[in-house]
């Protein structure tokens, strides 16, 4: 059994008109993420942990903003890619904990369901899934409503012999 851990973190600017989604969630809000895609940055910042526990890049590597493919797409589908490549070289999810700086909307009546959609995603229990939420006391590009920064850890476990093959 060998573990690896990795960090992940995102950051998306606010603007009115937009939809907002956090952790596969849409949430209501008259503003949402300036992105190439829906802008999930929960979502995105979990990308990054669970590439960076296995040394396979980050997010924009997988889905760079200069292919069209990406253009719009549901992050959900991002993570699942990246879970699939997770699973393919034997790794499984041991746990996540995300952490979501924004002043407003306030999450707390969304975080179980953004808990639930991203266990089903990750193929693990709601109790591997920690989502909390945060403001910045109005200080910073987060507290004047400008944008939402989020961090992910993710815990992987699995066996890895001969350890995990180099990234192309």
């Known amino acids: 059994m060998d573990i690896r851990i990795g960090n ?9 008109g937009l939809p907002m989604w956090l952790g596969g969630v849409r949430i209501p809000s008259e503003n949402g993420f ?15 942990a669970l590439l960076g526990a296995l040394a396979l890049g980050d997010i924009g590597h997988l889905f760079p903003d200069t292919d069209d493919t990406w253009k719009g797409v549901d992050s959900k589908i991002l993570l699942g890619k990246v879970v699939d490549r997770v699973r393919a070289l034997g790794w499984q999810v041991g746990n996540v904990d995300i952490t979501i700086a924004l002043q407003r909307p306030k999450l707390a009546p969304h975080l179980l369901a953004m808990r639930s959609t991203l266990a089903s ?6 109790d591997r899934v920690s989502v ?4 910045t006391e109005r200080l910073g590009f987060v ?3 400008e944008g939402c920064e989020v961090w992910a850890t993710a815990l992987l476990v699995g066996t890895a012999p001969d350890g995990i093959p180099a990234k192309d």
Do not use: M, N, Q, W
């Not at 300036?34 to 990308?47: K, N, P, R, T």
């Not at 909390?132 to 403001?135: F, I, S, W, Y």
């Open 132 to 135: 909390k939420a945060t403001t």
């Open 34 to 48: 300036v992105a190439h895609s829906d802008g999930d940055v929960a979502i995105h910042a979990l990308c990054d």
């Open 8 to 16: 992940g973190y995102d950051v998306h600017a606010l603007a009115p």
């Open 121 to 126: 995603l990750l193929g693990c229990g709601t």
């Open 143 to 145: 507290g004047r409503g």
